[in-house]
């Protein structure tokens, strides 16, 4: 089993930025695919970036393309969701999510484990 915890959430004025960090435990593999996704008060879950066990490939939503960077750290077992330029149409919960496989996935039901979410909130 893998546990994950996100961490970095809050609010923001539009345009500034944000970290989020996803620390994992337990039977971790540098080969699990991580994943993050976003939920917004009445919508469903959607994708938002993700990466590769290695971290040579990398996928992200058209609507964060360009301003969202994600990362890992294998060593450390982490990986990272940096937002920059941030939009209020942005606030949502966020999650990080990995799957028993090396690529990345845009589908959530892909995904084995999920994290418990932490809010990000954007002001105008």
């Known amino acids: 089993q893998v546990q994950l915890v996100e961490s970095g959430g809050g609010l923001v004025q539009a345009g500034g930025s944000l970290r989020l960090s996803c620390a994992a435990s337990g039977r971790t593999s540098s080969y699990y695919a991580m994943g993050w996704f976003r939920q917004a008060p009445g919508k469903e879950r959607e994708f938002v970036a993700a990466?590769?066990?290695?971290?040579?490939?990398?996928d992200y939503a058209d609507s964060v393309k360009g301003r969202f960077t994600i990362s890992r750290n294998n060593a450390e077992n982490t990986g990272s969701l940096q937002m920059n330029s941030l939009k209020p149409e942005d606030t949502a919960v966020y999650y990080c999510?990995?799957?028993?496989?090396?690529?990345?996935?845009?589908?959530?039901?892909?995904?084995?484990?999920w994290g418990q979410g932490t809010q990000v909130t954007v002001s105008s």
């Open positions: 999510a990995a799957r028993s496989g090396t690529l990345p996935r845009r589908q959530s039901n892909e995904y084995n484990y």
């Open positions: 990466i590769s066990g290695g971290g040579s490939t990398t």
